[in-house]
């Protein structure tokens, strides 16, 4: 289990941009792959991207595809959600979370395939 810190969330514009961090102070995160997910109210929890354990593959689900990019700094043991061109159905809070698995080649995008979770960063954009 690690411990994971977001930040970076706020209260922004459509069209917009906010960059998510999420630190994994005392923890050695860089041999899981991580991802990002969203909840937004009265919503069920939303997959939003994924990255393998050393960054080779990515995943987006198709909403945010061309305007949010996922990156990890192994060095930094941190993970980072990119977005760009927000849009009010954006607004949910963000959750990282690491993968059970150490050196999965492909990252899943399936949350019971995660088992350590941040707290969560909220994201609001209004229109």
């Known amino acids: 289990q690690a411990n994971l810190d977001e930040s970076g969330g706020g209260s922004v514009q459509a069209g917009d941009s906010l960059r998510l961090s999420c630190a994994a102070p005392?923890?050695?995160?860089?041999?899981?792959?991580m991802a990002w997910f969203r909840q937004a109210p009265g919503k069920e929890g939303e997959f939003v991207a994924a990255?393998?354990?050393?960054?080779?593959?990515?995943y987006y689900v198709d909403s945010v595809k061309g305007r949010f990019t996922i990156s990890r700094d192994n060095a930094k043991n941190t993970l980072y959600l990119q977005m760009n061109s927000l849009k009010p159905e954006d607004t949910a809070v963000y959750y990282c979370?690491?993968?059970?698995?150490?050196?999965?080649?492909?990252?899943?995008?399936?949350?019971?395939?995660?088992?350590?979770w941040g707290q969560g960063t909220q994201v609001t954009v209004s229109s």
């Open positions: 005392g923890s050695t995160v860089s041999r899981y792959a």
């Open positions: 990255v393998n354990w050393n960054g080779g593959t990515t």
């Open positions: 979370a690491v993968d059970v698995y150490p050196f999965r080649t492909l990252a899943t995008i399936q949350s019971g395939d995660y088992g350590s």
